[in-house]
Every structure is written in C-alpha cells, then in structure tokens.
C-alpha cells in the first residue's frame, strides 16, 4: 500500500517498485492512495497488506502520523517504510514506529532494497 498526496511521488514509487521486487519474492500489486481517509477505509475494509509505504511530508496528514495510528490500531500490522523529507526526521519515524525510512527523492534502488527486505524479514517472522 502507498501513501502519499503528490502524484509524482507515488509515480517514482511505482517506479522504482517494478513489478516484483526480488526472485525470492512473489510479484506484487501496489494500491495507491492520495488521501488517509482512503488508507484508512481501505485497511478497515481488511484486505491484505504485506507493507505500507508512506509519505512523511504527505499534506493534510502526514504519514508519519498514520504509521502511528497504524501501529496502534492494526493488529499484526504489516511493516512501514517512511518517505522523509531529510535524514534528520528520522527521529521522527522511529516515533511513529516505522521499520525503515528512505528520503526524497526517492533513489530508486534504495527504495527498492528497503522494500524487499522489510518483506523478507515480515514474512520470515510470520513462519
């Protein structure tokens, strides 16, 4: 699932994403989102989510701030990975209890890589 207002981010998201991540890894289909109010309808609706990819400087609502609601509310809830704005904010995703951080702009091999191992290490805990 990714989170975020602006367009072009969520276009180099896709991007960079492709359509499968590592051999290792089944395909994926990424659900794209320009508002919380939608993320957050389409989670209570309780389709599968294996990670949420979230803008940090997302507007009106932060992602960092849905990470949090996410971790409180989800139960077994998927890992985030949080796009910020600087490195500096990291402090801040490690608040809001996401499991990795990228900045922007989004390299896209860094995005990637982060992808596929927050996958590998949320499956590999679920066995």
């Not at 309780?46 to 609502?61: H, M, S, Y």
């Not at 996410?70 to 904010?89: H, M, Y």
Request: charge should be negative; proline fraction near 5%.
């Amino acid at each position: 699932v990714l989170y975020s207002d602006d367009s072009s981010v969520r276009a180099s998201v896709i991007s960079a994403l492709g359509k499968q991540l590592d051999p290792t890894l089944a395909a994926h289909e990424i659900k794209e989102f320009a508002t919380a109010d939608a993320l957050r309808l389409y989670v209570d609706s309780k389709k599968q989510v294996d990670l949420f990819v979230l803008d940090g400087e997302a507007v009106p609502e932060g992602g960092m701030g849905v990470a949090r609601q996410l971790k409180d509310e989800v139960f077994n809830c998927p890992p985030v990975l949080l796009i910020t704005g600087r490195a500096q904010d990291n402090w801040l995703a490690a608040w809001s209890r996401a499991e990795g951080t990228v900045t922007h702009p989004i390299d896209p091999f860094t995005i990637a890589a982060k992808c596929a191992a927050l996958l590998k290490s949320d499956s590999a805990l679920a066995k």
